[in-house]
């Protein structure tokens, strides 16, 4: 049995919510925003390569490729397809699946983060008998599948894909953790499912101390107080006299600044928080604060509050820059 996967990148999938990068106001899918050092989308590849699965083809629509988050690492296995039109892009990717062997297909939006046990949903397939078998939990359907690459018609597959029909399917319960990112509090929800350990999710960079992750190349005072659990991202300053703490992250390439607390909050990739601030029950984006104990989001224009980070050029400098996915293959 040779199974592959593929993950589709759309515009539809998942709540666009937040800048991927607040400088230039690009809005992107939740999945593609950094989560303690990482995105979904590659820590979905990664449950996937960890599997064993044969390639992982990333299936992008044209109009999102520019929002397209830079993985962490290289992966052999992983292909990026940039294509206009999904639904075909779907068919022809299992075609090319047929063709070279691979007798099974996991399908999955790049909308949540799903664990899974994925032999036995292999087995459980196979049982079924059934051309596709999706996903769910206790809660609601899950955007994963598993199909017979030679048996299943790719208009039954897209049905269900973007149109939530499933024509002869079976359902397979999964127990594992899921997480469907169907909002900014579900971001939040998991790091902190991540800090205590209640999924398979780990920081980014190293454990400093017990519950204190530092990424590389973080600029950490040594009056600033990081207290456990908190994650302090990749090429970030925290600066005199500042306190994190409760589950707090601060992605990669933020500044916060002197005095200020950030408590129970995430502090998104490329964002600045001013002096004296408090921080609390709050995700952070640019000048965007979305307060989650309230359900309010707030727009601050004065920039010296908070605001899109700017990089001065010797900051950067002789960093290490973050792996693409691989050179795309582009189907019109």
Same mark, same amino acid.
Request: proline share 6%; aromatic share 2%; hydrophobic share 45%.
């Given at each position: 049995?040779?199974? !592959? &996967? +593929?993950? +589709? $990148? !759309?515009? @539809?999938? !998942?709540? =666009?919510? =937040?800048?991927?990068?607040?400088a230039n106001d690009r809005l992107a899918p939740l999945a593609f925003v950094e989560i303690l050092g990482c995105s979904v989308l590659e820590r979905m590849v990664q449950l996937f390569l960890a599997s064993d699965a044969e390639?992982?083809? *990333? *299936?992008?629509?044209?109009r999102t490729l520019h929002l397209l988050p830079e993985f962490r690492q290289s992966y052999?296995?992983?292909d990026l397809v940039v294509a206009g039109d999904l639904a075909l892009a779907i068919g022809q990717t299992l075609k090319s699946y047929c063709e070279n062997g691979i007798d099974y297909a996991?399908?999955? &939006? $790049? @909308?949540?983060? &799903?664990?899974?046990?994925f032999i036995d949903l292999l087995w459980f397939h196979r049982g079924s008998r059934q051309p596709i078998t999706r996903v769910v939990n206790h809660k609601s359907h899950v955007d994963l599948w598993i199909v017979d690459c030679a048996k299943v018609q790719p208009s039954d597959l897209v049905s269900a894909v973007f149109a939530a029909k499933d024509h002869g399917s079976a359902s397979y319960m999964v127990s594992e953790y899921v997480n469907p990112l169907a909002?900014?509090?579900d971001v939040r929800q998991l790091a902190v499912d991540a800090f205590n350990g209640?999924?398979?999710v780990r920081p980014a960079g190293t454990e400093v101390r017990p519950g204190v992750w530092v990424d590389e190349k973080a600029d950490i005072h040594k009056r600033a107080r990081i207290v456990a659990p908190a994650y302090i991202g990749r090429s970030s300053k925290t600066c005199e006299d500042t306190v994190i703490t409760r589950c707090s992250t601060i992605e990669s390439l933020c500044h916060i600044d002197f005095g200020t607390v950030v408590e129970d909050s995430s502090v998104l990739s490329r964002s600045y928080v001013g002096i004296w *601030?408090?921080?609390s029950h709050s995700v952070v984006s640019g000048n965007r604060l979305f307060d989650l104990h309230r359900d309010v989001a707030l727009e601050i224009p004065d920039c010296s509050v908070l605001g899109p980070n700017v990089i001065p050029a010797q900051r950067t400098k002789g960093e290490t820059s973050l792996a693409p996915v691989s050179s795309p293959l582009v189907l019109d």
């Open positions: 049995m040779v199974v !592959g &996967t +593929q993950l +589709q $990148a !759309g515009v @539809g999938d !998942g709540p =666009v919510a =937040v800048p991927l990068n607040p390639c992982v083809s *990333l *299936l992008v629509d044209s052999s296995k992983v996991l399908v999955s &939006t $790049a @909308g949540a983060y &799903t664990e899974c046990d909002s900014l509090a209640r999924c398979a *601030l408090d921080v």
